[in-house]
């Protein structure tokens, strides 16, 4: 319980960093050389609709309760729910998974969740396009250490390890997976840049044409 509530709290501290981010333009743990692959494509549409109707709720609520102080409470509440829908999404925007030049990958959902593997634990990685049930993260250890990472209903990028890697969930519990499911707006370029960073690497793509490697 203790560690959901840090959890949470951490989150919310790095809310403001992350809307300073998206409105500079700017993109956290990026570095020169780095291939950034953005995974914001289908909830884009839900999170805007979600602030569309926290924005109306606030305006009906203002004009119809009387009573000032349930009035500033209420108008309190609504304004911290638009400011976390922004930072969930700035977050998302801001922190994309990384395919870093040596190799290594940064898997991530904003400030909720961050998984680094080194590139000599990785032995494949490939297109998959899969629609799981379910939120946004899917594991069971007796499914053979598989980890799904879910935006939007899917995952479209399957890395397979040569050994568990341990993995944080948002409200602070652990697991151990051996295969990583999950989604990249541009799955193929994200494979791609694994082959350039690891020419050695298998390459492996659903109808797409394997790259050259160097």
Request: aromatic letters at 6%; glycine letters at 10%.
């Amino acid at each position: 319980m203790k560690r959901a509530v840090r959890g949470l709290i951490a989150h919310e501290m790095r809310a403001p960093g992350s809307l300073g981010r998206w409105v500079a333009g700017r993109r956290h743990g990026v570095r020169e050389g780095d291939h950034a692959a953005p995974y914001t494509g289908p909830q884009t549409a839900m999170m805007y609709g979600l602030l569309f109707v926290a924005v109306v709720e606030t305006v009906a609520l203002a004009v119809l309760i009387p009573w000032p102080l349930v009035h500033g409470i209420v108008l309190v509440l609504d304004a911290y729910t638009v400011l976390m829908v922004l930072a969930l999404h700035a977050g998302c925007v801001t922190r994309p998974h990384v395919v870093g030049a040596d190799g290594s990958l940064r898997i991530r959902y904003g400030a909720l969740f961050d998984l680094r593997i080194a590139g000599a634990t990785i032995a494949a990685v490939r297109v998959e396009r899969r629609y799981p049930d379910g939120g946004l993260i899917r594991f069971d250890p007796a499914d053979d250490g598989i980890l799904d990472l879910v935006v939007g209903s899917q995952t479209t990028v399957r890395v397979e390890l040569t050994a568990p890697v341990t993995f944080v969930r948002p409200l602070g519990r652990r697991g151990r997976a051996r295969v990583i499911r999950f989604h990249a707006d541009e799955p193929e370029a994200l494979v791609r840049a694994f082959a350039r960073a690891r020419g050695h690497l298998p390459w492996r793509g659903d109808r797409t044409p394997a790259p050259p490697l160097p």
